[in-house]
C-alpha cells in the first residue's frame, strides 16, 4: 500500500504535465489577447501591437511554453500579466475562502445526505422514501445561482439573518467566518445533498439485497446492526466515489457561488483570468487544481482499501 | 548618489513607519476609523493608467497618482500641482512652475526630473502627448521646481492635455517608475495623490483598497473635480469589486456598502423606493453608444453599404435594450459629440431622425452590391452593453434583408478579433460594438473613434481626406467660434462618410447611501469632500 | 436569420432516449387494465415517463402552441408583466417569454439527452476495458484524472474561446467532463464485481472474457449507469443553465432555459418572472428525468425484480 502511495504520488507528474500542455495549447490557440484589455477600448491598433510585444506574446508557443516549464521547476509560476503581482500571491489570498467554501459545503453535504439516503434505503417504496428522494431532487433541479438568490434573499435582505455577500478570514474569528459562509454553503451544497442522497440510497439498496444482508435479516440481527456494520460499510465505497469526483464539480459550482455571494475565492479568480487570458495564471490555478485533484482521488482509492478490503492494489 | 542615499534612508524611515502601520489597522477600525465602501463599475485588473485607457484603472489612477493641471467641472484646466505657468505669446514656449511641498507616498520630494520622465512616457502614448511630441524642441528642467517646453509649431492646447481626464493622462510618477516602457505596465503604485495604495491588501477581482495619504497637502481652493483641494476625509477607501448586479443591489439595500457607481437602471426604481438611499444620473455627459463597421471589406468598404445600416437604424431601440425603460436615461442622438457641451452640433445628422427607411436600405445595399454574404458581427456577450446592441444589431439587419453571423465571444476575443485586418471570411469581421464616455466626445483630441486616417485610424480603419482635413482645421482652431465651425463641419463629414454609427446617448445612475454628502456628478467618482455621517 | 432556427430532426437524441418508456407501455393494450396496473407497480416511472414525454412533445410543437417568433426584439415592449397578450412577460429587449420558454426546452433537452447518451457509452467503454485490463488501468484512469482535473467551466469557456459559443461546444464541454466521472463509476463496480464468486468461478472455468462482461459485468453495471445517466441528464441542463450564467453557454441568438434566467438574473428582485417560468420548466424536467431513472432502476433491478 505504501508503495502504491508513492507511484501514485509520482504519477502525478505526468497527469499535471498532460494538463499544463493541453490547457497551454488550448490557451495558445485561442484568439484572445491580454494586450487589447490591457491597452483599453481607446487603444490604436498600433499601441496594441506594441504592448503585445513587450509582453512578449508575440513570440512561438515553443519557446513560451518552454520559458514557463522552466520557471516552474524553480519553483516560479510567475508573475499575473494585469497586476504584475506574483501567481503564487494571487493564489494564496484566495485560497482560504474557496477552501472554506468546499469544506463546509461538503460537510453540510455529508451530515443531512447519508442519513437521509440511509433512510430512503431503510423504507425503500413508503411515503418516506419518496418524500426524502423529492426534497433531495429538488437540490439539483434548480441552479445554483436560482438557490443563492432565493437564500440571499430571505435570510440576508428580509430576515437580516446573514450578510448578503462577502468573506471574513478565519482569523476574525468563527463566528463572523462562519455567518458569512452559510448561505453560500447551502447554496453550493443543495447539489451535492441531492446528489450524495441519491447515491447513498441507490448503493444502500444494492447492499441490502445481498444475500449475506439478507441472511443476517433473517437470522433476526438487529436491524440497526445490520445498517450500519454491513450496509453502510459496503455503501461506503460509492459514496466515498462520488465525494472524490464531486470535488472537481465543486470548483465549477464554486465559480458561480463565488460571484453571486462576492467570495474572493479561486473560481472567480479563474474565470476573471480566461476572460482577460492572464495566462500565467490560468496556468498555475490550473496547474493547482488538478494537483488537489490527483491527491484526492489518491485518499479516495486508498479509502476504498479501507472500507472494502476485497479491492486490493 | 546623494539622491540615491537619501532615498535608501528614506525607505527605511518608510519601513519604519509601515512597520508600526501594520497594527494600525486594527486599533484605527476600533476606534471607528472612517471607512468608505465603493463598488466600482468593472474589476481593477491593473493600475497603470498611461499605458492602459480602462476607465476603472483610471478611476483609481486619479486617487493615487496626482496631475500638474486638473480640468474642472467646466472641463477648463486648472493648475493643480503646478503654482502657475507662463506661456510666450506664439504659443510655443511653455515655462510651468511646481508647487512647494509635493511628495510621492514613499517620502520622496517630486522634482522636475520625475515630471519630465512622467511627461516622456505619457507623450508617447497620448494622442495630444503625440501632437506635443511631434514638435517639441525641448523639454527642459530650469530647476527642481520650473521646466520648460519649447516646441517649434504653436500649441495652445497645452494645460487641456497636462489637465484632462481620459486616459491616457498625463500623471506625475516618481522617475524610477516613470522610466518603464510605455508600452508595459508599471509594477510599483507610488504616486503623489491624495490616497496610498495599500498593493498588500489588493486580492485582484474582488477589493482594492486606498488610504489616506497623511503628507498631501491640497491646494486652498474647493475641490472641482480634477482641480482645487483633494481633501480626503477618509482614512480609508475600500473599492469592493462585485460582479452580480443582484449581489451589489443587495449589499448596497443591506448597508454592507455606501456606494454604487453602476447601478442596472432596471433595479433603480427599486433602490429610489429605499429611503436609505440616494440615487441620481453620475455623469452628466454621459456616453455615446457605437456600431463600427469594417472599411476595408464589402460590404461595407462601400459607402453606400454603411449609409444603408444607418438609414434603418433605430436609436431608440439600442437606447431601450441598453438602459431600459427609464425615459431620462437616452436621448436619441443625430451627432457625433455629447449634447450639452459648447461645440454640439447636429449638422450632417438627418439621416439617423424621422421614420427608418428599411425599403430604403434594401435598395442601397442592393446598389452597394450586397448579395447575401454573412455578415461577421462580434458581439462581446460578457459586457451588457455590448451585449444589448448586438442583439438589437442582428434584427437590425435581419430586417434589412442582410444573413448574420452572430458570433457570440467574451470581451477579450473581440478585442483581439477586431484588431485583425484579415477579411471577414479568414478572421476578420464585419461589425462590433462599444461605448464612448461622453467626456472624451467633447473636441477630437480625446476622440480617437472618429479618426479617419485610414490605416492609422481606430478598428475599422475608416478613411477620409475631408474628416482628417477637419480634424486639423480644429486644432488650429484659436476661438471658440472657429471650434465651433471646424466641429460643425467634422460631425457633417463624418456622417457623409459613416466613420461608425451612433447608436444613441446614454445616462447611468450611481447609488450612495444617505449617510454620504458631498458626492458630485462627474465622468469618474470623486472621492474627495465626500464624508460619511 | 439561419441560426436561429432549431431544425426538429435534431431531436433524434432525444427520441432515443426516450425510446425505453415505450417497450413498457406497449404490452399494457393486450390486456385490459393492464395500464392501470403498470401505474400502480411503477408510479415513478409512470409519473416522470409522462411528464417527459409531455415535455418532449412541448418542445416538438412548440411553433403550434401560441408562440412567436422567440428572437423577435421589440425593445419598446421591454419587461412587460405576464398578461393575456404576454403570457409569460417579456424580457429585456422585448421579447416573448412564453415562446422562448418553449423554445428554450428543445436546447435543454438536447443538450440533456446526448450528453447523457455520449458520456455513459463513452464512459461505460472506458471503465469496462479499466476495470478488466490491468496494464491500461493505470494509464487511461491517469488521463481521466488529468481531464477530469480541468473544470468543466473552464473548459467551455476555452471552447468558446477557440471557436464560439455554440450547442455543440456546450455540449462537448459538458460530456467531456462528465466521461471520467462514468468511467470511474464503471471501474469501481467492475473492481467489486471481479471478486465475486461467481464472476472468479466463470473465469476459473475458462469462459472468455468477452461473455464474461456481457453476461455478468454490464446487466450489474447497468442499474448503476441508469442511475446515472440520468443524472448526468439532469445535470447536464443545469450545467447548460450554469454556463450561460458564466457567458459561455448558448449563444444568446439560441433562447435556451439557461441565457433566458442568466439574461434576467440581475433584474430577479423587481422582475422575478422572467427566471421563474424558465426556473420552473427547467425543474419540472429535471424532476421528471429523475423520477424516471430511480423507477427505471427499481424496474430494471434483477433482484428487486426477483421480488415483484
Not at chain 2, 519630465?116 to 530647476?143: F, N
Request: hydrophobic fraction near 50%; charge should be positive.
Amino acid at each position: 500500500m505504501f508503495a502504491y502511495t508513492i507511484r501514485r504520488i509520482i504519477a502525478t507528474i505526468p497527469v499535471m504535465a498532460t494538463v499544463a500542455l493541453f490547457v497551454f495549447s488550448l490557451l495558445y490557440i485561442a484568439p484572445g489577447d491580454p494586450a487589447a484589455i490591457i491597452a483599453g477600448d481607446q487603444a490604436t491598433p498600433a499601441d496594441v501591437e506594441r504592448i503585445r510585444a513587450s509582453l512578449g506574446l508575440d513570440r512561438p508557443f515553443l519557446v513560451r511554453f518552454g520559458e514557463w516549464v522552466w520557471h516552474i521547476i524553480h519553483g516560479d509560476l510567475g508573475t499575473s500579466i494585469f497586476t504584475n503581482l506574483p501567481v503564487w500571491h494571487m493564489i494564496q489570498q484566495r485560497l482560504e475562502p474557496t477552501a472554506s467554501l468546499m469544506v463546509l459545503t461538503l460537510a453540510f453535504s455529508i451530515t443531512l445526505a447519508i442519513p437521509m439516503g440511509v433512510v430512503a434505503a431503510w423504507k425503500h417504496g413508503t411515503w418516506i422514501d419518496r418524500a426524502i428522494m423529492v426534497v433531495a431532487v429538488m437540490g439539483f433541479s434548480v441552479p445554483v445561482f436560482v438557490i443563492g438568490y432565493v437564500l440571499a434573499y430571505t435570510f440576508a435582505l428580509q430576515l437580516d439573518w446573514f450578510p448578503v455577500q462577502g468573506y471574513t478570514p478565519l482569523s476574525h474569528g468563527f463566528g463572523p467566518w462562519l455567518s458569512n459562509m452559510v448561505l453560500p454553503s447551502l447554496a453550493l451544497g443543495a447539489i451535492y445533498i441531492a446528489l450524495i442522497a441519491r447515491i447513498t440510497r441507490a448503493t444502500m439498496l444494492e447492499v441490502l439485497s445481498q444475500d449475506y444482508v439478507r441472511t443476517a435479516r433473517a437470522k433476526g440481527l438487529d436491524q440497526r446492526a445490520i445498517l450500519y456494520v454491513h450496509a453502510l460499510k459496503n455503501a461506503a465505497v460509492p459514496i466515498v466515489t462520488v465525494i472524490g469526483i464531486g470535488f472537481a464539480a465543486l470548483i465549477g459550482g464554486a465559480v458561480v457561488t463565488e460571484s453571486v455571494f462576492a467570495i474572493p475565492g479561486l473560481g472567480r479568480l479563474t474565470v476573471d483570468a480566461i476572460l482577460r487570458r492572464d495566462y500565467p495564471v490560468i496556468q498555475g490555478v490550473v496547474l493547482l487544481f488538478s494537483f488537489s485533484y490527483v491527491i484526492v482521488n489518491l485518499l479516495v482509492d486508498l479509502l476504498y482499501t479501507l472500507f472494502d478490503p476485497r479491492i486490493r492494489y | 548618489m546623494k539622491r540615491r542615499d537619501f532615498l535608501r534612508s528614506t525607505a527605511a524611515v518608510s519601513g519604519v513607519v509601515s512597520g508600526a502601520g501594520l497594527a494600525m489597522p486594527r486599533l484605527a477600525r476600533a476606534q471607528g476609523a472612517r471607512v468608505l465602501r465603493f463598488v466600482p463599475q468593472a474589476n481593477l485588473s491593473s493600475l497603470d493608467a498611461v499605458a492602459g485607457t480602462q476607465y476603472v484603472v483610471r478611476n483609481a489612477a486619479l486617487i493615487i497618482w496626482d496631475t500638474l493641471y486638473g480640468i474642472d467641472s467646466k472641463f477648463e484646466a486648472k493648475p493643480q500641482m503646478c503654482e502657475g505657468h507662463e506661456v510666450s505669446a506664439d504659443f510655443k514656449t511653455w515655462t510651468f512652475k511646481l508647487r512647494e511641498g509635493l511628495t510621492f507616498h514613499d517620502g520622496e520630494r517630486v522634482t522636475t526630473r520625475d515630471v519630465i520622465a512622467s511627461l516622456q512616457r505619457w507623450m508617447v502614448r497620448d494622442t495630444m502627448g503625440q501632437k506635443i511630441k511631434a514638435s517639441l524642441d525641448a523639454l527642459e528642467a530650469l530647476d527642481d521646481r520650473s521646466f520648460r517646453f519649447r516646441l517649434n509649431k504653436p500649441f495652445s492646447k497645452m494645460l487641456f492635455a497636462l489637465g484632462k481626464s481620459n486616459a491616457p493622462v498625463a500623471l506625475i510618477m516618481p522617475e524610477r517608475i516613470a522610466r518603464t516602457d510605455p508600452f508595459k505596465l508599471i509594477s510599483e503604485y507610488v504616486g503623489s495623490g491624495p490616497m496610498k495604495f495599500r498593493t498588500d491588501e489588493w486580492v485582484p477581482g474582488a477589493s482594492a483598497v486606498f488610504e489616506k495619504f497623511a503628507a498631501y497637502q491640497p491646494r486652498a481652493e474647493k475641490g472641482d473635480w480634477l482641480s482645487g483641494g483633494k481633501r480626503m476625509l477618509f482614512d480609508r477607501v475600500e473599492w469592493k469589486i462585485l460582479p452580480d448586479a443582484a449581489t451589489a443591489a443587495g449589499a448596497l439595500q443591506n448597508g454592507e456598502v455606501d456606494w454604487w457607481e453602476t447601478p442596472v437602471s432596471d433595479l433603480v426604481p427599486m433602490l429610489k423606493r429605499n429611503k436609505a438611499l440616494e440615487v441620481a444620473i453620475s455623469d452628466p455627459f454621459g456616453n455615446i453608444g457605437s456600431l463600427r463597421m469594417n472599411h476595408l471589406y464589402p460590404p461595407f468598404n462601400d459607402v453606400r453599404a454603411r449609409r444603408a445600416v444607418l438609414m434603418a437604424l433605430s436609436q431608440a431601440d439600442y437606447m431601450q435594450a441598453v438602459v431600459g425603460d427609464d425615459p431620462e436615461l437616452w436621448k436619441p442622438l443625430p451627432s457625433f459629440f455629447t449634447p450639452g457641451t459648447p461645440v454640439y452640433t447636429e449638422a450632417g445628422g438627418d439621416i439617423l431622425k424621422g421614420k427608418r427607411d428599411y425599403e430604403g436600405a434594401k435598395k442601397l445595399l442592393a446598389e452597394a452590391g450586397y448579395q447575401g454574404e454573412p455578415i461577421i458581427l462580434l458581439v462581446a456577450t460578457d459586457i451588457s452593453i455590448t451585449k444589448a446592441q448586438g442583439d438589437v444589431t442582428a434584427d437590425l439587419l435581419k430586417k434589412i434583408g442582410m444573413n448574420v453571423d452572430y458570433q457570440a465571444l467574451d470581451w477579450g476575443t473581440v478585442g483581439a478579433r477586431r484588431a485583425k485586418k484579415d477579411p471577414p471570411g479568414k478572421g476578420g469581421w464585419h461589425i462590433f460594438h462599444t461605448w464612448h464616455a461622453g467626456a472624451d466626445c467633447v473636441n477630437p483630441a480625446p476622440y480617437t473613434a472618429l479618426d479617419a486616417g485610414g490605416d492609422a485610424a481606430w478598428f475599422g480603419w475608416p478613411k477620409s481626406d475631408a474628416v482628417q482635413a477637419d480634424i486639423a482645421a480644429w486644432y488650429e482652431a484659436g476661438d471658440l467660434a472657429a471650434e465651433k465651425a471646424a466641429i460643425a463641419k467634422l460631425d457633417e463629414d463624418s456622417f457623409a462618410n459613416v466613420t461608425y454609427a451612433p447608436t444613441g446617448f446614454f445616462l447611468q445612475y450611481q447609488a450612495w447611501s444617505k449617510s454620504l454628502s458631498g458626492v458630485v456628478k462627474a465622468p469618474f467618482p470623486v472621492f474627495w469632500d465626500v464624508q460619511k455621517a | 436569420m439561419s441560426t436561429t432556427t432549431i431544425p426538429v430532426r435534431e431531436l433524434t437524441a432525444a427520441d432515443v432516449t426516450a425510446a425505453p418508456v415505450l417497450p413498457d407501455v406497449l404490452p399494457a393494450r393486450r390486456e385490459r387494465g393492464a395500464v392501470m396496473m403498470f401505474i400502480y407497480r411503477h408510479p415513478t416511472i409512470a409519473a416522470g415517463g409522462f411528464l417527459v414525454a409531455l415535455i418532449i412533445a412541448m418542445a416538438i410543437f412548440a411553433p403550434w402552441l401560441g408562440t412567436v417568433d422567440p428572437t423577435a426584439l421589440a425593445p419598446a415592449k421591454r419587461t412587460r408583466p405576464p398578461s393575456e397578450l404576454y403570457w409569460f412577460g417579456t424580457d429585456m429587449l422585448g421579447r416573448d417569454v412564453y415562446s422562448r420558454v418553449l423554445y428554450g426546452s428543445r436546447v435543454s433537452l438536447i443538450v440533456g439527452f446526448s450528453v447523457a447518451f455520449f458520456a455513459s457509452a463513452v464512459g461505460m467503454a472506458i471503465g469496462l476495458i479499466s476495470g478488466f485490463v490491468r496494464i491500461l488501468d493505470a494509464i487511461v484512469m491517469r488521463i481521466m484524472d488529468g481531464l477530469m482535473s480541468i473544470p468543466s467551466i473552464l473548459l467551455a469557456i476555452a471552447l468558446m474561446a477557440l471557436t464560439r459559443g455554440s450547442v455543440g461546444n456546450v455540449i462537448l464541454a459538458i460530456t467531456v467532463a462528465e466521461v471520467p466521472r462514468v468511467s470511474r463509476l464503471v471501474r469501481g463496480v467492475v473492481l467489486s464485481l471481479r471478486e465475486q464468486p461467481y464472476v472468479e468461478a466463470a473465469v476459473a472455468s475458462g469462459t472468455r472474457m468477452p461473455k464474461i462482461i456481457w453476461k455478468h459485468i454490464v446487466p450489474n453495471t447497468l442499474a448503476p449507469m441508469m442511475v446515472q445517466a440520468t443524472f448526468i441528464c439532469a445535470s447536464a441542463m443545469i450545467t447548460e443553465a450554469i454556463l450561460s450564467f458564466i457567458g459561455a453557454g448558448t449563444p444568446p441568438t439560441i433562447p435556451s432555459w439557461g441565457n433566458i434566467m442568466a439574461e434576467g438574473r440581475a433584474l430577479w428582485q423587481v422582475k422575478p418572472y422572467i427566471v421563474f417560468f424558465p426556473a420552473i420548466f427547467l425543474s419540472v424536467t429535471v424532476l421528471a428525468v429523475n423520477l424516471l431513472g430511480d423507477g427505471l432502476r427499481d424496474a430494471l433491478d434483477p433482484r428487486m425484480a426477483k421480488r415483484i
